[in-house]
């Protein structure tokens, strides 16, 4: 999930949506997000009041497509009144199960709907999204939702000589090479610092002098180390990094299209907004995990970081893989890393948090 908001009427929560990544995934292309779930209590234009905000929101964040989807027989009037059009009618899926891998189907699988979408009318960046940026405002008679920063080219002092991509509440959205960027930030200027960085040979993003499409996966961690060390200059002496990254497998991607290649699996990919996958790496062997995310910390430790945390974050509904020789990639890396050891903490919430919330 990208975000979540919610509507109020008379102090009261009366609809909630969430937004995140496309289901579908040659709609995954950094630049598209979904509305995946809606709902309200009946309010009378919640729901439309809900898909505004979701897409001003999305807009602030660098998203230029927003889309949703209706089932037969839904009219689709809240999307309408919100500015959505209907593009697509996508046929009933006949589900996921297969004999070699038994599934119970859903009543959603078996439903023809009705893809709907909203676009920026602003050429995208040359890079996908990878910034949040939202603020508070109101929207109706006593109804909440969020908006989106407003765009300014003008200098904010913070980032000496660079301009402000957008602006809004409490929220400066810089767009630009991650290491360049923060060269321009003033040394000690800030508390805490929460990012993941592309991952290593999953996918190309066709942008000049991306992260993550480095040859080899030394040369990765060379990659991000360099970012650190601009990080561990900006960052106050008890400040905090989160770092989140995941694992890559040795070999050759399944999504990857060879340089010619006219086969018709290979076509359809190339169309596909989402980037490429990588070529095989020839230093790693097939099917073996490179374990990625400990290279990078472990480097980092080299580099002067203190290693305070390593959190793993478990996804119960992660996307399905098509393997049938080992588990499930379900889970991603979560590391807290200082630059003292005399770091900002608050050892209550974490005793509350251990304790169940006891106290």
Known sequence: ?????????????????????????????????????????????????????????????????????????????????????????????????????????????????????????????????????????????????????????????????????????????????????????????????????????????????QYGIEPAVDGYVESLVRVFDEVARVLTSRGTVWVNLADTFGGSWGNYVAPGSTAATAVRRVRWRQGSHRPPQTRSRAKDLQGVPWRVAFALVEHGWYLREAIVWGKPNARPESVRDRLSQRYEMLFLLTRTVNHWWTPGDSHRERNGGSG
């Open 1 to 209: 999930m990208k975000f979540a908001l919610g509507v109020t009427a008379g102090g009261e929560l009366v609809g909630v949506a969430t937004v995140g990544r496309p289901i579908a995934r040659h709609l995954d292309d950094g630049y598209t997000a979904e509305v995946t779930r809606t709902c309200t209590r009946g309010v009378r234009n919640a729901n439309s009041m809900l898909y505004a905000a979701a897409w001003r929101t999305a807009r602030s964040m660098g998203y230029q497509r927003l889309v949703t989807y209706t089932q037969h027989g839904e009219s689709g009037a809240s999307l309408r009144a919100a500015g959505y059009l209907p593009v697509a009618d996508v046929p009933a899926s006949p589900g996921w199960n297969r004999p070699s891998r038994p599934r119970t189907s859903t009543t959603a699988e078996q439903v023809t709907r009705t893809r709907w979408e909203i676009r920026s009318t602003r050429p995208h960046p040359s890079t996908p999204v990878g910034g949040r940026g939202t603020g508070a405002g109101r929207c109706g008679d006593g109804v909440e939702s969020v908006s989106r920063p407003t765009p300014t080219s003008r200098r904010d002092g913070i980032a000496g000589s660079r301009d402000a991509y957008w602006r809004g509440p409490g929220v400066t959205l810089y767009q630009g090479d991650a290491r360049e960027v923060l060269r321009d930030l003033p040394a000690g200027s800030m508390d805490c610092v929460v990012t993941s960085p592309p991952y290593w040979g999953l996918r190309d993003y066709r942008a000049a002098r």
